[in-house]
C-alpha cells in the first residue's frame, strides 16, 4: 500500500512541475534555496563508435528533487547575464517534456517563436519535431527538450563558442538531472556543444557518441529538413537506431515524419 502512495505522490509532483514549469515561464518566482549546490563534475570526452555505447547513465538525484532543482535552475538562468545573448532576449527559454524522461532532444538555441513564448522547439521546426517523435511511438510530453543556448542568438545565427560555454555548467546540471538514457542531438551545433566535436553534421549524423556515459545520435535539425525534405529518410534511420537502443518496438514500414 505504501509503494502505490508513494507513486501516486511522485506522479502529483510531475504533473505539478509541469504547471509550474508553465506559471515561471512568464511570471512568479521560486523561493529562496540556500542550500550548496551539488559540484558538476567535469565533462567527459566524446568516443565514436559504429554501435551504440552499452554504458549506463550515471545514477541522478531524479524523483521530487530533481524535478525542484530543475525548477530552481530555470530561475537562476532568468537572471544570466554570463553572455552577450542576454540583452537582447525576450526571455529565456529553458526546456520543455518530462523532467524523467528516458530520451532527450538537444537542440542548438531558441529562435524567434521560442524567445516569445519561453518554450524550445515551438515554431515550424518544433511541429516537425513533434511529428518526428509521434513516429517514434512517443507522446509530445514523454520526452525532454531543451537547447546548448537558452537564449536567442540575434537573427538566428550560429552560437559563438564562448556563448556556448557560457551555457555549458547550466546544461550540465539539466542532463545531469534529468539523466536520460539517449540523447538525441539535432544539428551540428549540438554535436559541438555536446561533446566538443565541430564538423558536418552529414559527417557525424548516424554515428553513435558518447556525453559521460550518455550514448548520443547525431541527426540532422528539423529546421534543415524543412528545407531539405529529402533527409527526412536519414533522420529516420537515426531515429530507428534510438529506438533499438533503448530496446522499443519499431514503428510499422512507412511511418515516418
Not at 530533481?66 to 537572471?79: M, P, S
Not at 559563438?160 to 539535432?186: D, F, G, N, W
Request: aromatic fraction near 4%; glycine fraction near 8%; hydrophobic fraction near 40%.
Amino acid at each position: 500500500m505504501k509503494a502505490r502512495e508513494e507513486l501516486a505522490r511522485i506522479s502529483e509532483e510531475l504533473r505539478a512541475h509541469a504547471v509550474l514549469l508553465n506559471e515561471t515561464a512568464t511570471t512568479g518566482s521560486l523561493p529562496q534555496n540556500n542550500a550548496p549546490r551539488a559540484r558538476v563534475p567535469a565533462q567527459a570526452t566524446s568516443s565514436p563508435a559504429r554501435a551504440a555505447p552499452e554504458s549506463a547513465p550515471a545514477a541522478a538525484p531524479g524523483g521530487a528533487k530533481g524535478t525542484l532543482r530543475l525548477l530552481e535552475l530555470a530561475e537562476e538562468i532568468k537572471a544570466c547575464q554570463k553572455c552577450g545573448l542576454h540583452a537582447a532576449r525576450r526571455q529565456t527559454v529553458f526546456a520543455r517534456g518530462n523532467p524523467e524522461a528516458e530520451l532527450c532532444f538537444v537542440g542548438e538555441g531558441p529562435g524567434a517563436d521560442e524567445d516569445a513564448q519561453g518554450f524550445p522547439f515551438v515554431g515550424k521546426a518544433g511541429q516537425l519535431l513533434d511529428r518526428m517523435i509521434a513516429a517514434m511511438g512517443y507522446q509530445r510530453e514523454e520526452v525532454y527538450v531543451c537547447n546548448i543556448v537558452k537564449c536567442r542568438p540575434p537573427d538566428n545565427r550560429k552560437p559563438e563558442p564562448s556563448e556556448m560555454a557560457a551555457c555549458t555548467p547550466y546544461l550540465r546540471e539539466q542532463l545531469e538531472l534529468v539523466a536520460p538514457k539517449v540523447i538525441v542531438a539535432l544539428g551540428a551545433t549540438a554535436v559541438e556543444g555536446l561533446i566538443g566535436m565541430s564538423g558536418g553534421i552529414t559527417r557525424l549524423r548516424g554515428q553513435w557518441k558518447l556525453y559521460r556515459t550518455i550514448p548520443v545520435m547525431p541527426t540532422f535539425h528539423p529546421a534543415y529538413l524543412l528545407r531539405n525534405p529529402a533527409a527526412k529518410r536519414d533522420v529516420w534511420a537515426d531515429l530507428q537506431a534510438v529506438l533499438k537502443q533503448l530496446g522499443r518496438p519499431l514503428p510499422p514500414a512507412g511511418r515516418s515524419a
